[in-house]
């Protein structure tokens, strides 16, 4: 490739990489700008108050919780519900499972203003038919509706991933099994969900974050509650202080320290794969040497 | 299915065929039927409902025709109806988005798939996820912070001599709203444009390089068809997730821009009249299935094809 191009080519995915990231670090600086506006221009000076003010802000931590529940409840319910849809899809064929995949992708793409609106009429009706005015519990607007809305294209989500993991999964170990005396129920524990794990634990944490990410379908179905992205549309929209900086600040940081758990984590795994091939070649060689290969 | 009878057992097959039909029925086919049901009956008091009062219609549909505005394009002045003004503008600006996102990410897809070192990629791809953890309710206030008239956009330009005057970026009709679902959205058209393309044979891009192509003539010819499916996937994921945002043009929008996500949602909130709501996110959703199978039947993709 020609020298210039490939230069121009870095310089590219460098700035792409800048436009992404210095929103974050703006947003991330006027959290410590002493300035009741969130901005970072004017700098006023250092400040930490804004973290402090985020630290007594109740309605905020009572939100951050709504919101780590409804997260760990939808990604309960996505991995059950997307992992016997994958296992379903996979052991079926023909038009009937053409149609069922086409309508569970299909969920991925409905806008969340429809989810929303659809999921909290059929509820509410629901109820309003079966009680009449007074409707007891899951029949009224609540953060049980939004997480009823979120699972249902969010399971879409991690039965892709479960299913991909299931084409790499060895029928015959299941059949083997049987033979030997396993009962069904042993089949599933011992042999098909061991395999499906890694797909599974993925799919929980893309449902987790997903269902923090959600607005539209929360917005439509939460009755009175708030969770912590509607409750930070709200401030943005009505008076806002840098306390969201520092939340977001926050946020923004125990991202990182994911993400350099992982990068580290997965250095470690490449530099053991590699003194494992080249200790695999040494060995090799050695036979060679020695005359036995 | 006789399969899944044989290894699970009765027990274990029926658990998961119930999960899926909970999920498929009582999460997705029967809100939606009560959706396009309630679109139909007009908004009634509580003790109303089920009376003389109460039947189907269009008349909630026809609201959508209410209320013409006076526009021009190109120096000719039109009347139209306001929201099917707003829905026009929304979809029309949702493809804008689109393109700009598929003219952004391409290069950058062919970079990650043909051109990086392979030992760097990883640490690109986790630093590219990034912004995607943030939440995007974040994202699009950290584009409000920039966009401020007395923001650092507009200082960083008057510092380096380009602009004179600030400039009210979110006071310009759809700017704000344009700029920040780019922002929000742009990793959705790379990552299937990359798995794409790095399925490509590099040797073929090779061979054409030898035979004397020239780059553009390579891009055109090989990779782009090649990428196809991952554009077509890529570009349906923007557009609908653009069009269905009611987060980024509420908070960027200017008193001149309105989403039609923002009508349904004043309908439903403000008004409180879900009925019309209804109405309006069935004309949404239909609208823009309609609007993405034409695409996908132009551009020759199947809809199987989007969730690889």
Same mark, same amino acid.
């Given at each position: 490739?020609?020298?210039?191009?490939?230069?121009?080519?870095?310089?590219?995915?460098?700035?792409?990489?800048?436009?992404?990231?210095?929103?974050?670090?703006?947003?991330?600086?006027?959290?410590?700008?002493?300035?009741?506006?969130?901005?970072?221009?004017?700098?006023?000076?250092?400040?930490?108050?804004?973290?402090?003010?985020?630290?007594?802000?109740?309605?905020?931590?009572?939100?951050?919780?709504?919101? $780590?529940? *409804?997260? !760990?409840?939808?990604?309960?319910?996505?991995?059950?519900?997307?992992? +016997? &849809?994958?296992? #379903?899809?996979? %052991?079926?064929?023909?038009?009937?499972?053409?149609?069922?995949?086409?309508?569970?992708?299909?969920?991925?793409?409905?806008?969340?203003?429809?989810?929303?609106?659809?999921?909290?009429?059929?509820?509410?009706?629901?109820?309003?038919?079966?009680?009449?005015?007074?409707?007891?519990?899951?029949?009224?607007?609540?953060?049980?509706?939004?997480?009823?809305?979120?699972?249902?294209?969010?399971?879409?989500?991690?039965? $892709?991933? *479960?299913? !991909?993991?299931?084409?790499?999964?060895?029928?015959?170990?299941?059949? +083997? &099994?049987?033979? #030997?005396?396993? %009962?069904?129920?042993?089949?599933?524990?011992?042999?098909?969900?061991?395999?499906?794990?890694?797909?599974?634990?993925?799919?929980?944490?893309?449902?987790?974050?997903?269902?923090?990410?959600?607005?539209?379908?929360?917005?439509?179905?939460?009755?009175?509650?708030?969770?912590?992205?509607?409750?930070?549309?709200?401030?943005?929209?009505?008076?806002?202080?840098?306390?969201?900086?520092?939340?977001?600040?926050?946020?923004?940081?125990?991202?990182?320290?994911?993400?350099?758990?992982?990068?580290?984590?997965?250095?470690?795994?490449?530099?053991?794969?590699?003194?494992?091939?080249?200790?695999?070649?040494?060995?090799?060689?050695?036979?060679?040497?020695?005359?036995?290969? | 299915?006789?399969?899944?009878?044989?290894?699970?057992?009765?027990?274990?097959?029926?658990?998961?065929?119930?999960?899926?039909?909970?999920?498929?029925?009582?999460?997705?086919?029967?809100?939606?039927?009560?959706?396009?049901?309630?679109?139909?009956?007009?908004?009634?008091?509580?003790?109303?409902?089920?009376?003389?009062?109460?039947?189907?219609?269009?008349?909630?549909?026809?609201?959508?025709?209410?209320?013409?505005?006076?526009?021009?394009?190109?120096?000719?002045?039109?009347?139209?109806?306001?929201?099917?003004?707003?829905?026009?503008?929304?979809?029309?600006?949702?493809?804008?988005?689109?393109?700009?996102?598929?003219?952004?990410?391409?290069?950058?897809?062919?970079?990650?798939?043909?051109?990086?070192?392979?030992?760097?990629?990883?640490?690109?791809?986790?630093?590219?996820?990034?912004?995607?953890?943030?939440?995007?309710?974040?994202?699009?206030?950290?584009?409000?912070?920039?966009?401020?008239?007395?923001?650092?956009?507009?200082?960083?330009?008057?510092?380096?001599?380009?602009?004179?005057?600030?400039?009210?970026?979110?006071?310009?009709?759809?700017?704000?709203?344009?700029?920040?679902?780019?922002?929000?959205?742009?990793?959705?058209?790379?990552?299937?444009?990359?798995?794409?393309?790095?399925?490509?044979?590099?040797?073929?891009?090779?061979?054409?390089?030898?035979?004397?192509?020239?780059?553009?003539?390579?891009?055109?010819?090989?990779?782009?068809?090649?990428?196809?499916?991952?554009?077509?996937?890529?570009?349906?994921?923007?557009?609908?997730?653009?069009?269905?945002?009611?987060?980024?043009?509420?908070?960027?929008?200017?008193?001149?821009?309105?989403?039609?996500?923002?009508?349904?949602?004043?309908?439903?909130?403000?008004?409180?009249?879900?009925?019309?709501?209804?109405?309006?996110?069935?004309?949404?959703?239909?609208?823009?299935?309609?609007?993405?199978?034409?695409?996908?039947?132009?551009?020759?993709?199947?809809?199987?094809?989007?969730?690889?």
């Amino acid at each position: 490739m020609h020298k210039l191009r490939l230069n121009l080519s870095h310089l590219y995915a460098l700035l792409f990489l800048v436009y992404l990231i210095a929103p974050l670090v703006v947003m991330s600086g006027a959290a410590f700008n002493d300035n009741k506006l969130p901005s970072i221009v004017p700098w006023k000076g250092w400040t930490g108050r804004w973290f402090v003010d985020l630290w007594h802000d109740e309605r905020m931590l009572l939100a951050f919780a709504n919101t $780590l529940w *409804v997260a !760990a409840a939808v990604a309960v319910i996505s991995v059950v519900v997307g992992t +016997a &849809a994958a296992i #379903l899809i996979n %052991s079926i064929s023909g038009r009937v499972r053409t149609v069922l995949y086409g309508m569970m992708i299909a969920t991925i793409l409905i806008p969340g203003v429809v989810i929303g609106i659809s999921t909290m009429i059929m509820w509410t009706k629901l109820g309003g038919v079966l009680f009449g005015v007074d409707k007891p519990f899951p029949f009224i607007p609540g953060l049980h509706l939004s997480v009823l809305g979120q699972v249902s294209y969010i399971a879409a989500m991690v039965m $892709l991933l *479960v299913l !991909a993991r299931l084409q790499s999964f060895d029928a015959g170990l299941e059949e +083997a &099994a049987l033979d #030997l005396g396993a %009962s069904h129920g042993q089949v599933m524990r011992r042999i098909l969900l061991p395999h499906l794990y890694p797909a599974i634990g993925a799919g929980a944490a893309v449902a987790f974050f997903q269902s923090i990410e959600n607005f539209n379908v929360t917005q439509f179905t939460r009755g009175g509650a708030d969770t912590l992205t509607v409750y930070v549309f709200s401030k943005v929209r009505s008076g806002i202080t840098p306390t969201i900086n520092a939340l977001a600040f926050l946020l923004i940081c125990f991202t990182l320290l994911l993400a350099a758990a992982y990068e580290i984590n997965r250095r470690r795994l490449a530099r053991i794969e590699a003194t494992r091939q080249a200790e695999a070649r040494r060995a090799e060689e050695m036979a060679e040497v020695t005359g036995l290969a | 299915m006789h399969d899944m009878m044989r290894r699970y057992g009765p027990g274990l097959t029926l658990l998961i065929c119930l999960l899926v039909a909970f999920w498929l029925l009582m999460l997705v086919i029967v809100p939606n039927i009560t959706l396009f049901e309630q679109s139909f009956r007009p908004y009634l008091p509580v003790v109303e409902v089920g009376g003389p009062k109460d039947f189907y219609s269009f008349d909630n549909y026809m609201k959508v025709f209410d209320g013409n505005v006076e526009k021009s394009l190109f120096g000719m002045s039109f009347e139209i109806p306001v929201h099917v003004y707003t829905f026009f503008l929304t979809i029309l600006y949702s493809m804008l988005v689109t393109l700009v996102c598929f003219a952004m990410a391409y290069p950058l897809a062919y970079y990650m798939a043909k051109i990086v070192n392979p030992t760097t990629l990883p640490t690109l791809l986790l630093m590219l996820f990034i912004p995607l953890w943030v939440s995007e309710v974040l994202r699009a206030f950290a584009w409000w912070i920039i966009l401020a008239f007395k923001g650092p956009l507009n200082a960083l330009l008057q510092g380096i001599g380009l602009i004179e005057d600030p400039i009210r970026w979110t006071n310009m009709g759809y700017t704000g709203v344009v700029i920040g679902l780019i922002y929000t959205y742009v990793l959705f058209m790379l990552f299937p444009i990359y798995n794409a393309i790095q399925s490509l044979d590099t040797n073929q891009i090779e061979a054409a390089e030898d035979l004397g192509a020239p780059w553009w003539k390579t891009h055109w010819r090989i990779v782009l068809p090649h990428a196809k499916p991952g554009i077509a996937s890529g570009s349906v994921m923007v557009f609908m997730l653009s069009a269905g945002s009611l987060l980024v043009p509420s908070i960027l929008g200017s008193t001149t821009s309105q989403w039609f996500t923002q009508t349904i949602d004043q309908w439903f909130k403000d008004a409180l009249d879900w009925n019309t709501a209804s109405a309006y996110a069935f004309i949404l959703l239909f609208l823009c299935t309609v609007f993405v199978s034409l695409a996908l039947w132009v551009f020759k993709v199947k809809l199987s094809d989007i969730a690889k």
